[in-house]
């Protein structure tokens, strides 16, 4: 549906929690409830931090560096006067609210990112502004929750300075410890493989209660430099905690949207009225702005693209569960207002999500900052077929990039006018690859069935299994070479025999829907069809597993 899944599993909650009943998450967990929903969290964060590259960000280190500290401060000052005056409730408790929503969260954007797929410039942005103001925005929570306890004054600031001192100061040299460490034990091979992953989770577990019994609410602060510090460290092989961190986290995510958004009370949300609706507003037409314009301001960031940065910042997991945590602090100390945070935040999460998610992606179109669509070939190997079949694709309109180990082989390629580049460019995990942009197939034509197998293997995880096809193989290494592109029949001998016989691809107009049979009875029994281009210059191959279901002015792409 090319929506994030965050929306649907927001609308689960609420469907299965207040709606119908089916959920009560208190009753489920009982206290365990906020240790879990913790913990989940400081997983989610570490995940998160993992993907954190400083190289990533050159160039743009500053607007990230003015969003986490001149932006955070321009949303936390206009949400608390937005609040104090729509609301008409403390300022106390208006300016806890403002440092919770200086929150955005990984658990919110990445899914939108996912689904809408913006420039790098701009992902990358937001994915360390999500990642990092968490942590932020729950120490600026516990500085104003420790700054109203302590009763107000001069006394009760220099404490909170203390308190905030300490979190931070402890948070990052736990993080840095913990991350030094498990990346020495990585690089000397000092934990199994095997329980490479395991370990990881033990030690954010470890380090994040650890941070917190010295320091309460510095755990997050601690996880996050635990995974940044892991992240740049060299001669660290990350991979498969990444994919395994990865996995667990978007269950996390699952698990902790439909929980918290069961504990929903219509009867609080509806107390609020129209003035959470418009405090939602201000948010998300005067605070964000401000906050992109004053952090963006002499970068080098196009108009496109600070709009959009302007008009993603969807709150989530964290932001409930301080909001949760803090007002039931609040009220034991007396509090009248402090009941409205959880409903004011969940209103704010709701709008947000909603909004934002439907948005997205006509928005990141309109502005034009999002990434072409990945319809175009990668061609693993160069030589006559795969040339051939490289300039019939450009003749209509498909992007195609040959790639080759051998820069002798390329040169042929490039006298052709045919994109190339050597070796095997691949994108890394959470960035992109600027020469794969736009490409989303892989063809391994080489004719050394060991370099197709090698192909294969090398961009699986780049383009998914059911985007990687060959050359018909031997039948020993057929499981590891995806799907049979053209026929069984058609291998490398027999198409290069027919090449070298004469053999072009030709192009044919349908003016009907498209009948294989009927196709090889009139062009003969040595034609073979190759790829089914439709009006929008979308090509799909022909293969051993699926017949492209072609129609009325599509044109085929044939050898005879």
Known sequence: MKLPAILFLLLSGITAGPILGLIHPETLLGDLLFPFVSLSVAIILFEGSLTLKFKEIKGLHVVVRNMLSIGAAVTWIITTIATRLILDISWEVATLFGAIMVVTGPTVVAPILRAVRPVPSVSNILRWESIVIDPIGAALAVLVFEFIVSGGGREALGHTLVTFSQLVFLGSIIGCIAGYCFGLC???????????TLAALAMVFASFALANFFQPESGLVTVTVFGIWLANMKNIDLEHILAFKETLSILLISLLFIVLAARLDFSTLQQLGWQALLICLVLQFLARPLSIAASAMGSSLSQG??????????????????????????????????????????MVIIFTVLVQSLTAGPIAKLLKVTLPEPNGFLIFGSNHISRAIAKALLKSGVKVLI?????TRLTKATKDGIPNCLGRPIAQKTGYNVELLGLGTLLALSAHESENVAATFHYREEFGKSNIYSLFPHRTTQQFCGTTLFSKQAGYTLLSRMVEEGATIQRLKLQEKFDLQTFLESKGPEAVPLFAVDPR?????????????????WHILYLA
């Open 186 to 196: 990585l690089r000397y091979h000092f934990i199994p493989e095997f329980l490479h």
């Open 537 to 553: 210059k979308h090509a799909y191959c022909f293969n051993t597993e699926n017949i492209p279901s072609a129609g009325k002015d």
């Open 403 to 407: 790639t080759d180990n051998n820069a």
């Open 305 to 346: 693209e600070r709009h959009f940065l302007a008009w993603i910042a969807p709150r989530g997991i964290v932001a409930a569960a301080i909001s949760s945590l803090f007002a039931l602090k609040l009220e034991g100390y007396g509090h009248a207002d402090a009941p409205l945070l959880v409903p004011l935040t969940f």
